[in-house]
């Protein structure tokens, strides 16, 4: 049998685009995230995938009771 060293190719996997969080308006704490979240998702020293998918889901499930000041 001949064996030949040749190796697969690379495979180049694109990065999964998610929705664009939507904090809620007047909240600090949803204002806070996003700004986190930009820099994560952005193309500067900060981009995390990871990280940037970490804080799209805290904006998602930070509670806002309805009628609560805003």
């Known amino acids: 049998m001949h064996q030949t060293n040749q190796q697969p190719a ?4 694109s990065d999964i685009t998610l929705p664009i969080p939507r904090p ?7 204002g806070a995230l ?3 979240w930009r820099r994560a998702s952005g193309t500067g020293a900060e981009y995390s995938p990871q990280r940037a998918e970490q ?7 930070h509670p806002h009771r309805k009628g609560a000041a805003k």
């Open 34 to 36: 996003m700004n986190q």
């Open 55 to 61: 804080y799209r889901a805290e904006i998602l499930a």
């Open 10 to 13: 690379p495979a180049h996997l």
């Open 24 to 30: 809620a308006k007047g909240c600090d704490v949803c």
